[in-house]
């Protein structure tokens, strides 16, 4: 599949869901995704605070990551804006794809970031090339 296949087929699922009633509470779904990013993580969870903390610059504690990820703990959500931080540190940026992606968008890597771009100004050359040649055809049968 390529990747205008996969991000088609994802856009054409998130037509179908937004609207719906509940379709943007994303609250199951980031504790999902942040306790499977614990999961892969080779760091234990009081690493993962601390890690955090460091990168924050304020103090967040094993105890405050496990009431984010806890089933029973309705009331308590991570702040967006540490985020970043916990995806750095697990080198997992699942819970950011998945809100972007509620948020109809694509998140990529850097690298892949690029390419995209780049492919984006290939296409943008072509259309700028066959414009000219359009022109080119033009401008010679008007000198006919």
């Known amino acids: 599949m390529s990747l205008l296949d996969v ?5 054409n699922e998130l ?3 937004n609207g719906t009633e509940g379709s943007a509470n994303i609250r199951e779904r980031l504790r999902i995704a942040m306790t499977d990013s614990i ?3 080779s760091f234990s969870r009081w690493e993962i605070a601390g890690k955090m903390s460091h990168l924050l610059g304020v103090e967040v504690s094993k105890y405050q990551i ?3 990820t806890a089933e029973s703990k309705e009331g308590h959500r991570v702040p967006a804006e540490y985020l970043p931080a916990f995806c750095i540190v697990t080198g997992d940026h699942g819970p950011l794809r998945m809100m972007a ?3 109809g968008l694509f998140a990529l890597p850097g690298p892949d970031a690029l ?3 780049i492919q984006k100004l290939d296409e943008e050359t072509k259309r700028l090339q066959r414009e000219k040649r359009k022109r080119e055809r033009f401008l010679k ?4």
Not at 7 to 11: I, K, S
Not at 141 to 144: D, I
Request: with cysteine.
């Open 141 to 144: 049968e008007m000198k006919q």
């Open 101 to 103: 992606e509620t948020a």
């Open 66 to 68: 496990d009431a984010w």
């Open 39 to 41: 999961k892969r993580c």
């Open 115 to 117: 390419r995209a771009e």
């Open 15 to 17: 037509d179908e869901e």
């Open 7 to 11: 991000l088609t087929h994802a856009q």
